[in-house]
């Protein structure tokens, strides 16, 4: 049996994450949380999969800052269900090495295990992030349009 989250425990996690302040995270997260984000980690190198809280922080902390300025994270709808919360966020940011904004929504599906997160699942919507990244729209139709610079994982 599991035991429910509380929405104040979920709600509380949202708002440290908004944050981006790890020492604030951190006391969220089990020592072993599985942490996904789906998308083209060629590109995106902040998608993949962590395990662990120092991997998870190092990402929060390190990595994602390198890449990015996270202006907001603002989640817009959340649903909690016993041990589990899904949400669905806003992410706008400015990318580092040539200042272009970017702006995509994405939903996370949370577990959590004694009020500390033990799974963290986020889904983006990649194309449209690609596209924002690389700085134009991608062709489907006509390969031509890719660049060899371009690095497309869809």
């Given amino acids: ?18 944050s981006r302040d790890v020492e604030r995270i951190a006391p969220y997260l089990d020592k072993d949380v599985i942490w996904t984000i789906n998308g083209p980690v060629d590109l995106l190198h902040y998608c993949g999969v962590r395990q662990g ?10 990595q994602t800052p390198a890449m990015f300025h996270i202006r907001r994270f603002t989640p817009e709808f959340v649903l909690v269900d016993g041990d589990r919360a899904a949400v ?8 580092r090495s040539d200042n272009r ?33 690389l700085g134009h729209p991608i062709d489907m139709q006509n390969p031509n349009t890719i660049v060899d610079d371009d690095v497309i994982a869809i």
């Fill in 53 to 62: 809280s120092a991997a998870v922080l190092d990402l929060i902390g390190r």
């Fill in 101 to 133: 904004n970017i702006s995509y929504r994405t939903a996370q599906f949370l577990r959590f295990a004694n009020e500390k997160l033990v799974e963290f699942l986020a889904v983006i919507d990649s194309f449209d992030a690609v596209e924002q990244v």
């Fill in 88 to 95: 669905l966020s806003r992410m706008s940011a400015v990318r």
């Fill in 1 to 18: 049996m599991t035991t429910p989250v509380p929405r104040a425990i979920v709600t509380a996690f949202l708002d440290v994450f908004t």
